[in-house]
């Protein structure tokens, strides 16, 4: 139980597009959703969190413009980081928490994304 | 808000000998502190996590202890194994802005050697 899929796992694009990032619970209902970023033998930065049917929650520094979340569903949730930028490129994982009383967070595998 | 330390940032152990990490925390509320291992290129997995009506758990060679006076806990592995090898990150849950969130520690990059 307690399953995070995030897709794609790699993704290669040019600088000044946009690229998608999905998050699903496969065998819960997530109320709340975060997605974090991580550089290289760092720590887990969070990104911002995510609340079905209510707009996203920003962490202090990030652009909430260039990283766009949706959380339509209890069980899916997505990032999309728009006019990429080669600063971008990182490793990026969501995690979702089921339900309100629950505390636990479940990460997904992760998106490495590399900006060219 | 919330600020987790954790030390040491790499910890080398011999094969059977335990280890130990320890995280401290500056927010007197957090009231849960999970452990996640991470190993290269791989999504944190939880391994144990203790809420602060509990001073200690453990779970076959993990434990985990907490001092909510002292506002530190440790993650201890007895016994390690070669395949304990990875990167270890504590973290504690705490409320900012009317959200739960959990803050993360800097990580502990543990090898053992065999």
């Known amino acids: 139980g307690a399953v995070v899929s995030q897709h794609p796992s790699r993704v290669i694009c040019k600088s000044g597009t946009s690229v998608k990032i999905e998050c699903r619970s496969l065998?819960?209902?997530?109320?709340?959703m975060f997605w974090y970023r991580q550089f290289p033998k760092k720590s887990l930065m969070l990104m911002a969190t995510?609340?079905?049917?209510?707009?996203?929650?920003?962490e202090q520094g990030v652009e909430k413009d260039k990283f766009l979340i949706n959380h339509a569903s209890l069980t899916l949730s997505t990032l999309t980081v728009t006019s990429a930028h080669p600063e971008d490129s990182s490793f990026y994982i969501c995690?979702?928490?089921?339900?309100?009383?629950?505390?636990?967070?479940?990460f997904g595998p992760g998106t490495r994304l590399t900006v060219l | 808000g919330e600020n987790v330390e954790q030390h040491p940032s790499t910890l080398s152990v011999q094969e059977g000998d335990s280890a130990v990490i320890k995280c401290t925390y500056s927010?007197?509320?957090?009231?849960?502190f999970p452990w996640y291992k991470q190993e290269l290129g791989k999504r944190p997995q939880l391994i144990i996590d203790?809420?602060?009506?509990?001073g200690e758990k453990k779970d076959q060679r993990i434990a985990v202890t907490l001092n909510k006076t002292a506002k530190h806990f440790s993650l201890h592995i007895t016994e390690t194994q070669p395949e304990d090898s990875a990167v270890y990150f504590c973290?504690?849950?705490?409320?900012?802005?009317?959200?739960?969130?959990?803050?993360f520690g800097t990580g502990t990059k543990l090898q053992v050697i065999p």
């Open positions: 995510s609340n079905e049917g209510s707009k996203a929650t920003y």
């Open positions: 927010d007197s509320a957090s009231n849960y």
């Open positions: 995690s979702a928490r089921d339900g309100k009383r629950e505390v636990t967070q479940y």
């Open positions: 203790i809420r602060s009506n509990v």
């Open positions: 065998d819960f209902q997530a109320t709340t």
């Open positions: 973290a504690a849950l705490h409320h900012s802005g009317g959200y739960q969130k959990v803050t």
